[in-house]
């Protein structure tokens, strides 16, 4: 994705080796292969590692009151996040280094985590990465859901990247002027505007983001139906509903009137909506094996033969090859499948251009992450063809290439925090400006932007499973915050990438791989300014050291038990051995119900005793003023409510809050 701000525009390579503050172009310390890529006949990374970190990434972009702490450097943020409607819009990921949430790739990385499970949850059960798997979809899938306002009304993004014309290129900058961690985005944010809403209506239609919200929503309900039925059934409805809004009122957010969207085309232009169209409808048909949907799904498929080439958050045509295939079975889809693969196999049809060592160049903007989303798809259609056969190996061995390449076969790995020699210095804000280790707290926003894109030191924090953006074509890189373009890290790379990690294990047999944990990870605990971390029990071997639980069971995942409460006794139970004496605030975070601040809790508070004293004394004082009775039991009466009012206060804080509301406990929170 192009990333950066108007003023940072991307400079040519030529000016780009001639500043003074550019790292040095670097290259991979193995020279080229001479011969063709073999496949390994055994596994040659520890891909269950791979996936545990690579699932630990998304929380690092998690949004909005946190159920519990994974990461000591990322807490509670989003805290003014809420629709005009009331609507909770804190849950789900941001982007970037930035706070945003535009509508299609947000939409696109929920339905490809989703797709992963759908495909291979099997092989992440097995390494006891599924709980996880399915806690991250649903964190997603949750922001959706409450995106939906109602049938006429959706949020189609969330936060506000610029502000002015785009029509002459002049903005000022808001969400892309904010250096510092999400935690304080509201304190610090350039122009004081907190996250604002964007909505999708019948005259203002964004068909691609409504149709891709469809399908996440879809694939989340199969991959959770076995565990929540109920959950399912309200997923699969708003997916319906989401769909017939977009085939209802066509048209693309790129020709919206609204300067929020124009400034999304900017950075994320939608080619066309057809294909979501198609990919909404194919998903609820997978969700429900309805032909009636299979008839529509087919309808918009052979509609969106302008996306039959690639997969990405933009077009989804590559992806209905391989879904409906697995579907249906149907050559159609095989031959339109193979006619996508074929541009990266070596045949006579092939067109994508390689590195000298081997990375399938499709975008020099993530083309590490774009590799990755070609790899899951041919992982997924060789397991549907039960990894037998010619074309079966050809697309496992071009998956293999490019995740060892990724992983550091030539000596660099391309994933934050694995391997021997990874980036330690990704374009990410909050791993470099923690709030728990923010040194220019305070500064003008400027000064802090020098700071993280020139500096040369690396991040506060280790910014696990990160996938950075990519090489060059010559597989060379810069490895600095300013080159941006190598160095930064989104929501989508990440997304298809998983998969493919998870169709490697699956390839391979899950028996050659022993299950990953968080035991001996720098996860930020023992910095000076961390709180207390959560206090996993002796059950949990996910995030611990503990060893002795059964392999393939998703309660020794603690959060897994947290996530499948059958009461609220038992969650709170189990929060407070988690959170001592915290876990009402952890259960609400947890539900989606939300959760008081406590500055604002302990203004209110020490407000409503003040006003509680002061009525004491004047009751004390009316007494001895000699007044009747009844005039003092009303008094009485009165700072007895007073006394009663923090609680009142407390109750109320749990409710939807209006925009007036909240900008009036914002502003309570930032005066104090």
Sequence with gaps: ????????????????????????????????????????????????????????????????????????????????????????????????????????????????????????????????????????????ADYIVNAHYNDTHVVGQLGTSALGPISKMIELDVDFNYWGPPEEYEQWVPSGLPHQATYIRPDNPASEITGEYAAALAATSIVWRPYNATYADELLDHAKRLFQFAAKHQGSYVTSKENAFQWATFWYPSSNFVDELAWGSAWIYAATMEPEWLNIAKDWYEKSQDSFTEYSWDEKGAGLHVLLYMLTKDAHFYENAMEYFNQFLPNPKQIVKYTPRGLAYIDHWGSVGYSGNVAFLMMAMAKSLDYKGDVSASMTRFATQQINYALGD????????????????????SSYNSYIDFPMRGEFQDKIELDFSDSKSSQRFVLYGAVEGGPAIDDSWHDDRSNYEYSEVTQDYNAGWTGAIAGLIDFYGSDRFEPFTDCQLDLGWNHPNASAPPQWPQDDCYHTCNRGCPRGVMASSYTWKLLTAQ??????????????????????????????????????????????????????KAKQAGRDHSHKGKADDHASKAASAPSSAASALHVPLSCVGVLAIFAIYVLA
């Design 1 to 140: 994705m192009l990333y950066g701000v108007l003023t940072h525009a991307k400079k040519d390579k030529e000016e780009q080796e001639e500043e003074d503050n550019t790292s040095p172009k670097m290259f991979p310390p193995v020279p080229p292969l001479t011969e063709p890529y073999v496949t390994p006949s055994e596994p040659k990374y520890d891909y269950a590692e791979v996936l545990h970190k690579s699932y630990l990434f998304y929380h690092a972009q998690k949004s909005g009151n946190l159920p519990y702490q994974r990461l000591a450097w990322r807490s509670d943020s989003c805290k003014v996040c809420v629709g005009d409607y009331g609507e909770d819009l804190s849950h789900g990921w941001y982007e970037a280094a930035n706070t945003m949430k535009w509508g299609l790739p947000f939409g696109w990385t929920a339905t490809q985590l989703a797709f992963n499970i759908f495909v291979f949850g099997d092989a992440m059960k097995s390494v006891d990465e599924l709980a996880e798997g399915l806690e991250l979809v649903k964190w997603g």
């Design 410 to 429: 030539y000596g660099y790995s391309w994933v934050v925090g694995f391997g021997e020699n990874f980036p330690d210095k990704p374009y990410h804000k």
């Design 567 to 620: 009461s609220d006794d038992e969650r709170l139970e189990l929060f407070d051995k988690l959170y001592p004496g915290q876990g009402d605030i952890k259960a609400a975070a947890l539900l989606g119900q939300p959760v008081p601040d406590k500055k604002i809790m302990e203004i209110l508070n020490k407000d409503s005793v003040e006003r509680a004293n002061r009525n004491k004394d004047d009751a004390k």
